[in-house]
């Protein structure tokens, strides 16, 4: 059922008032690894639920809870190891130009953040996903608006999570759920949000990143829009193993029915004999995959209006044609295009725009030049990736992998960009529309989204908050007269 604004209110309110029970540290990661257990416990209704919106598979999906669950309890250690409160002190120090009075900075939560979920990651990206964990981890209580791909989903997992909760004693309106497109409209304007997060696409995005902009008080809107997700293949890499990064490159922009943010969607790839070879191994690859399921009807007809929509544009090819499968499903295929048509303005501009679902663009190149013209062209993304050949290992590709850096917050070298390990050197994020910030929405560094520094002046030790008092009675990681403490 959709939530009316008395009911957006409601939430938001009650989210709003319990905000200080979270700050327990300790209760806070023991909240998170419960959470996690919970939802491992429940894989089975979890999985069955999900995958009766999705029709992403019981493979996919037990993948998915169990990142899902590691992700919690990720952040639990964060939360315990405390090297995200950033901690500095500086001692008073008279004989500084101009004088240091005694200055102790660490960073505190927001407030009640908004989170948006994804439709093509029911559970990573969703109600218990990378956005409500980091946003938990550091102190914030969540109100989720619920994707209406998979509203039962939504509300088994945030069963489990305001269960979890409970059992530490805590409210369990730390996190709740809502329904409906007039809610999370009504969500991002209300006045005790203090941030957001979103994952979807750039129209609905756009709007809500402006309407987050243009309140009284405005907010920081965190989000994920789309992504191209460039890759390079040099002459020399398809000369060496152009069959296998054909297969790769099949394997990766196929994977999840094509639904993935981080699919390979442009592909510069060689003229010439070498770069057939590598066409030669996509074709077989793409051709047997099977058709496959899109999360809904509405992406399902964007999908097949926009392969058509591109393939037939001038000297676009589709050695492996995209479309519409049977009645609910898609086919897998590509198109090629020369470069040369790409360096500028015109309909061919289509082509650098995502295309959701399992499709990519290969553009054939006749030398570097043509390559950096049309990167130059690309909007920001999520990810880019370089194929080199072994002997270009030696610096010889440092000018491509320049070239590449400014387009995206991921960079690679000889991998595959689907596939997004929650490590704490990760970074999901990338320049507009790939993001609407410079954070990160995966890793551990994806705490900082919720989180704003303040300094204390000249304040004695006793009206400190623990972590800054001098004896740090917690025994947290910090920076004291700037030397780590």
């Given amino acids: 059922?959709?939530?009316?604004?008395?009911?957006?209110?409601?939430?938001?309110?009650?989210?709003?008032?319990?905000?200080?029970?979270?700050?327990?540290?300790?209760?806070?990661?023991?909240?998170?690894?419960?959470?996690?257990?919970?939802?491992?416990?429940?894989?089975?209704?979890?999985?069955?639920?999900?995958?009766?919106?999705?029709?992403?598979?019981?493979?996919?999906?037990?993948?998915?809870?169990?990142?899902?669950?590691?992700?919690?309890?990720?952040?639990?250690?964060?939360?315990?190891?405390?090297?995200?409160?950033?901690?500095?002190?500086?001692?008073?120090?008279?004989?500084?130009?101009?004088?240091?009075?005694?200055?102790?900075?660490?960073k505190i939560p927001l407030g009640v953040v908004a989170v948006y979920a994804a439709s093509n990651f029911p559970l990573a990206f969703s109600v218990p996903g990378g956005d409500t964990a980091s946003a938990l981890a550091a102190g914030c209580p969540v109100v989720v608006k619920a994707h209406?791909?998979?509203?039962?989903?939504?509300?088994?997992?945030?069963?489990?999570?305001?269960?979890?909760?409970?059992?530490?004693?805590?409210?369990e309106d730390v996190v709740s759920v809502l329904h409906g497109f007039d809610a999370g409209v009504e969500l991002v304007k209300h006045p005790l949000v203090s941030a957001a997060?979103?994952?979807?696409?750039?129209?609905?995005?756009?709007?809500?990143?402006?309407?987050?902009?243009?309140?009284?008080?405005?907010?920081?809107?965190?989000?994920?829009?789309?992504?191209?997700?460039?890759?390079?293949?040099?002459?020399?890499?398809a000369a060496e193993r152009g069959e296998q990064i054909g297969a790769g490159l099949g394997g990766s922009m196929t994977m999840g029915a094509g639904q993935f943010c981080t699919k390979p969607g442009f592909v510069f790839a060689p003229s010439?004999?070498?770069?057939?070879?590598?066409?030669?191994?996509?074709?077989?690859?793409?051709?047997?995959?099977?058709?496959?399921?899109?999360?809904?009807?509405?992406?399902?007809?964007?999908?097949?209006a926009g392969v058509a929509e591109r393939a037939a544009l001038p000297d676009v090819e589709a050695p492996v044609t995209p479309g519409a499968g049977g009645e609910h499903t898609v086919s897998a295929g590509f198109l090629t295009v020369p470069a040369r048509r790409l360096a500028e303005e015109g309909p061919h501009d289509a082509l650098l725009e995502e295309c959701f679902g399992p499709v990519t663009v290969v553009a054939r190149y006749d030398s570097e030049d043509e390559i950096t013209t049309v990167?130059?062209?690309?909007?920001?993304?999520?990810?880019?990736?370089?194929?080199?050949?072994?002997?270009?290992?030696?610096?010889?590709?440092?000018?491509?992998?320049?070239?590449?850096?400014?387009?995206?917050?991921?960079?690679?070298?000889?991998?595959?960009?689907?596939?997004?390990?929650?490590?704490?050197?990760?970074?999901?994020?990338?320049?507009?529309?790939?993001?609407?910030s410079t954070s990160t929405s995966v890793g551990a560094t994806a705490i900082e989204r919720w989180l704003r520094p303040v300094s204390y002046q000249s304040t004695p030790d006793a009206l400190l908050p623990a972590e800054l008092r001098e004896d740090?009675?917690?025994?947290?990681p910090r920076r004291v007269d700037g030397r780590r403490a």
């Fill in 375 to 436: 990167l130059s062209r690309l909007p920001g993304n999520l990810t880019a990736t370089l194929q080199i050949a072994t002997e270009e290992a030696d610096g010889s590709a440092a000018g491509l992998l320049s070239a590449l850096t400014p387009l995206a917050g991921r960079v690679l070298v000889n991998g595959w960009p689907t596939g997004v390990a929650v490590a704490p050197a990760q970074h999901h994020g990338g320049p507009y529309p790939a993001t609407t």
């Fill in 148 to 171: 209406p791909d998979h509203p039962a989903t939504s509300e088994l997992c945030a069963s489990l999570l305001r269960r979890a909760a409970a059992q530490h004693g805590l409210p």
């Fill in 472 to 476: 740090n009675p917690q025994g947290l």
């Fill in 272 to 304: 010439g004999e070498s770069g057939d070879r590598l066409l030669k191994s996509l074709t077989e690859t793409v051709s047997d995959t099977g058709a496959g399921v899109m999360l809904d009807h509405r992406m399902r007809d964007a999908f097949v």
């Fill in 1 to 106: 059922m959709e939530a009316t604004a008395e009911e957006v209110d409601r939430a938001v309110r009650a989210a709003h008032a319990v905000r200080d029970a979270l700050a327990d540290r300790t209760v806070r990661a023991a909240f998170l690894r419960t959470a996690a257990d919970l939802l491992a416990g429940a894989r089975e209704h979890v999985i069955e639920a999900a995958d009766a919106e999705t029709a992403l598979g019981p493979a996919r999906l037990t993948g998915e809870l169990a990142r899902t669950a590691a992700q919690l309890k990720a952040f639990a250690e964060v939360v315990e190891e405390g090297a995200f409160l950033d901690i500095h002190i500086d001692h008073e120090d008279g004989s500084r130009t101009p004088p240091w009075p005694d200055l102790r900075r660490y």
């Fill in 197 to 237: 997060g979103f994952t979807g696409s750039i129209r609905g995005g756009r709007a809500l990143f402006d309407a987050a902009a243009s309140r009284p008080v405005p907010i920081p809107f965190h989000g994920e829009l789309g992504s191209l997700n460039p890759v390079v293949v040099t002459a020399a890499a």
